[in-house]
């Protein structure tokens, strides 16, 4: 079992740059992907951005260029970087790894 805590969501206003921490816990040896996901109000869940053991990365066309998604093996963490962030990007962001999910954090993009 794998444990994921997020943290660094908040309110910030269009345009301006967050950065969300997943740090696991429990058997992370038997991690290999590392995805974010979020929840807009009222929406379904959606992937964000995905990143395998090796380092490679994959993300959502309506992130791409703008979020990048990195990962520390030796601190066990993920890291979700958002740029030029718009009122879309609203949501709670989730962090994944196999079929363990963190709580979430909320990020709000509103001036």
């Known amino acids: 079992q794998v444990q994921l805590v997020e943290s660094g969501g908040g309110l910030v206003q269009p345009g301006g740059s967050l950065r969300l921490s997943c740090a696991a816990s429990?058997?992370?040896?038997?991690?290999?992907?590392m995805r974010w996901y979020r929840q807009p109000p009222g929406k379904e869940r959606e992937p964000v951005a995905r990143?395998?053991?090796?380092?490679?990365?994959l993300y959502a066309d309506s992130v791409k260029g703008r979020f990048t998604i990195s990962r520390d093996n030796a601190k066990n963490t993920v890291y979700l970087q958002m740029n030029g962030l718009k009122p879309e990007d609203t949501a709670v962001y989730y962090c994944?790894?196999?079929?363990?999910w963190g709580k979430g954090t909320l990020v709000t993009v509103s001036s």
């Open positions: 990143i395998t053991s090796g380092g490679s990365t």
């Open positions: 994944n790894a196999d079929k363990s």
């Open positions: 429990g058997s992370i040896f038997s991690i290999n992907d």
